[in-house]
């Protein structure tokens, strides 16, 4: 099993910044999973919004969001952040830490969740 506990959710004000991290813990090699986020906002289905290869730091991101968010990743702590920039309304949602051992399905129905993280936009 693998376990992702996420931090950093809150309410900021548009055009803001806010950092989420995820802490992974379980299975020792996790060093071979992908590890993203995904978000999902009240009545939508989930979106896929970046990931991140655990040993070679490739990152993936969902082309609408890139130049805001970049996600990265601390081995030694074995932690993900995604560091949010210039907040939108539409950012509004529960984002969730994930992880999965394939690129694809990381982005579409990674096999762990966190149990979420809300991020509010006041505008």
């Known amino acids: 099993q693998v376990q992702l506990v996420e931090s950093g959710g809150g309410l900021v004000h548009a055009g803001g910044s806010l950092r989420l991290s995820c802490e992974a813990s379980?299975?020792?090699?996790?060093?071979?999973?992908?590890m993203g986020w995904i978000r999902q906002a009240p009545g939508k289905d989930p979106d896929f919004v970046a990931a991140?290869?655990?040993?070679?730091?490739?990152?993936y991101s969902s082309d609408s969001l890139k130049a805001r968010f970049t996600i990265s990743r601390d081995n030694a702590k074995r932690t993900i952040d995604l560091q949010m920039n210039n907040l939108k309304p539409e950012d509004a949602a529960v984002y969730f830490c994930?992880?999965?051992?394939?690129?694809?399905?990381?982005?579409?129905?990674?096999?762990?969740w966190g149990q979420g993280t809300q991020v509010s936009i006041s505008s």
């Open positions: 994930t992880a999965d051992p394939s690129l694809t399905q990381i982005r579409i129905t990674p096999s762990y």
């Open positions: 991140i290869s655990w040993g070679g730091a490739r990152t």
């Open positions: 379980g299975r020792t090699f996790i060093g071979r999973y992908f």
